[in-house]
């Protein structure tokens, strides 16, 4: 089974930029589209970055997704980063038919 | 805009059932694939299952298979999920979530409890 492999925790300071990864566990991560969420405390999820990179028009550009194929990783970057930032962040994306959640992210803003 | 409302959730005893509601308003919802996806308490998201816009396609998590059952009414902008022989670790947060550019409901709680 495809699995996502996320860091548990990423932490830095306001005004900074920051990089969560997301590794395949096989084949090849660029296979299917990767899509980003982010989930504040006590809230339903929203989503950041659909189809590997692109942003639902109410998502700041701080927020930024990319693949990177020759280490089967896809990558969210927030630039500028916020207080209001903080949360916890996942990918997802396919196996077969199937959605993928990787394990989550929780980011720091300190 | 897009909105996704649940309804549904509530305490359960194991080896019970639940029916979840959704209803979507803001787009064609008879465009797009619908998904379930639960988080329970502490834990990350998980998903449940989806059904295409037709209803023809449906898939399930393994962890479900057999006991939920998903299903919409294209003519009353509504998606289901049929929740039985629940279990304690079936006790998370349901939300619905729209195909396409993703959208999410707010959700609702099953707590399987005896």
């Known amino acids: 089974n495809f699995m996502l492999t996320q860091p548990h925790s990423v932490s830095e300071s306001p005004g900074k930029t920051v990089t969560i990864s997301c590794t395949g566990s096989?084949?090849?991560?660029?296979?299917?589209?990767v899509q980003w969420y982010q989930q504040r405390p006590g809230s339903a999820p929203t989503t950041l970055i659909y189809?590997?990179?692109?942003?639902p028009s109410e998502v700041p550009d701080r927020f930024s997704g990319s693949i990177d194929s020759s280490s089967n990783s896809a990558s969210l970057t927030i630039s500028g980063l916020k207080t209001e930032d903080e949360a916890d962040y996942y990918c997802?994306?396919?196996?077969?038919?199937?959605?993928?959640f990787g394990g989550g992210t929780k980011l720091t803003v300190l | 805009e897009v909105e996704l409302v649940e309804s549904g959730g509530g305490v359960v005893q194991p080896g019970g059932s639940l029916r979840l509601s959704c209803a979507a308003s803001?787009?064609?919802?008879?465009?797009?694939?619908m998904f379930w996806v639960r988080q329970g308490p502490g834990k990350g998201l998980e998903w449940v299952s989806s059904?295409?816009?037709?209803?023809?396609?449906?898939h399930y998590a393994d962890s479900v298979k057999g006991r939920f059952t998903v299903s919409r009414d294209n003519s009353k902008n509504s998606l289901y999920l049929q929740m039985s022989s629940l279990r304690t670790e079936d006790t998370a947060f349901y939300y619905c979530?729209?195909?396409?550019?993703?959208?999410w409901g707010q959700g609702t709680l099953v707590t399987g409890s005896s």
């Open positions: 803001g787009f064609t919802f008879d465009d797009y694939t």
């Open positions: 979530a729209k195909g396409g550019i993703i959208y």
């Open positions: 997802q994306s396919y196996d077969g038919s199937n959605w993928v």
């Open positions: 189809e590997d990179w692109r942003r």
């Open positions: 096989s084949g090849s991560i660029s296979r299917s589209y």
């Open positions: 059904i295409s816009w037709d209803g023809d396609r449906i």
